[in-house]
């Protein structure tokens, strides 16, 4: 049962044999410059600690995480991130879900607000994560007004990339991505400390068969209290 009181986090393990065997040319190979520099672990700005249960070791190419937030009716939010140990998000290490029992209201142009909290609940003291995968913009127009994503890119010091579902008018440098064998409606890629065309490079490239990218939908849904954590 999630703790109502305070900020709490849950992870589970999916596998440790997959990524024992990994070599780290294969893992290093296929990354854009960016992603190779040194890992960096989020410092605790959250009032709680959030806490790994059965955590397998840390991939030798650092971490990937993709994340989402879940406004709940009791004013509070649930975070959740999976986290990968490969860019393309196919060799899932572990699950996390964090709740915070409020949440600032939504100001216009201030979403970041609202938003870093939790995020923050969620991945504080993942060590070694290297690359964050949202859901939204990493900044909002070609001048650089920043989105969700480049305040994430400053509060975690590592590359973010924005995933939009939808258009944002002013977003035109926007890198359209399309995805999924049958869908012709393209996902909206910006990002923050890596370029955008690596990034989009990216998210095609990331695992799924669908529109939306695996890990993304598999972070909404633990978000949304739809899926349980893996592993255990």
């Given at each position: 049962?999630?703790?109502?009181?305070?900020?709490?986090?849950?992870a589970?393990?999916?596998?440790?044999?997959?990524?024992?065997?990994?070599?780290?040319a294969?893992?290093?190979?296929?990354?854009?410059?960016?992603?190779?520099?040194p890992?960096?672990?989020?410092?605790?700005?959250?009032?709680?600690?959030?806490v790994?249960?059965c955590?397998?070791?840390?991939?030798?190419?650092?971490?990937?995480?993709?994340a989402?937030?879940?406004y709940?009716?009791?004013?509070?939010a649930?975070?959740?991130?999976?986290?990968?140990a490969?860019?393309?998000?196919?060799?899932?290490?572990?699950?996390?879900?964090?709740?915070?029992?409020?949440?600032?209201?939504?100001q216009?142009?201030r979403?970041?607000?609202?938003?870093?909290?939790?995020?923050?609940?969620?991945?504080?003291?993942?060590?070694?994560?290297?690359?964050?995968?949202?859901?939204?913009?990493?900044?909002l127009?070609?001048?650089?007004?920043?989105g969700?994503?480049?305040?994430?890119?400053a509060?975690?010091?590592?590359?973010?990339?924005?995933?939009a579902k939808?258009?944002?008018?002013?977003a035109?440098?926007?890198?359209?991505?399309?995805?999924?064998?049958?869908?012709?409606?393209p996902?909206?890629?910006?990002?923050?400390?890596?370029p955008?065309?690596?990034?989009?490079?990216?998210?095609?490239?990331?695992?799924?068969?669908y529109?939306?990218?695996?890990?993304?939908?598999?972070?909404?849904?633990?978000?949304?209290?739809?899926?349980?954590?893996?592993?255990?």
């Amino acid at each position: 049962m999630l703790d109502h009181g305070r900020n709490a986090a849950w992870a589970r393990d999916y596998s440790h044999g997959h990524v024992r065997s990994m070599r780290r040319a294969a893992i290093e190979g296929r990354l854009p410059e960016a992603l190779r520099r040194p890992a960096k672990v989020p410092s605790r700005r959250s009032s709680g600690h959030p806490v790994e249960m059965c955590a397998g070791r840390p991939a030798v190419g650092g971490m990937f995480a993709a994340a989402d937030v879940h406004y709940l009716p009791s004013g509070g939010a649930r975070a959740a991130a999976v986290v990968a140990a490969d860019a393309d998000f196919r060799v899932l290490l572990a699950d996390r879900i964090a709740q915070v029992p409020e949440v600032r209201a939504y100001q216009p142009g201030r979403f970041y607000l609202r938003e870093l909290p939790p995020l923050h609940a969620v991945l504080d003291g993942l060590a070694g994560m290297r690359l964050l995968v949202i859901d939204g913009y990493a900044d909002l127009d070609p001048a650089g007004r920043p989105g969700l994503g480049a305040h994430a890119h400053a509060e975690f010091g590592v590359p973010v990339i924005g995933v939009a579902k939808t258009a944002f008018a002013a977003a035109t440098h926007a890198v359209p991505v399309i995805r999924g064998g049958r869908s012709t409606r393209p996902l909206y890629v910006t990002a923050a400390g890596m370029p955008r065309q690596d990034a989009a490079d990216l998210v095609r490239r990331m695992a799924g068969r669908y529109r939306l990218p695996d890990a993304l939908r598999r972070a909404d849904a633990l978000a949304r209290g739809r899926l349980p954590l893996s592993g255990g």
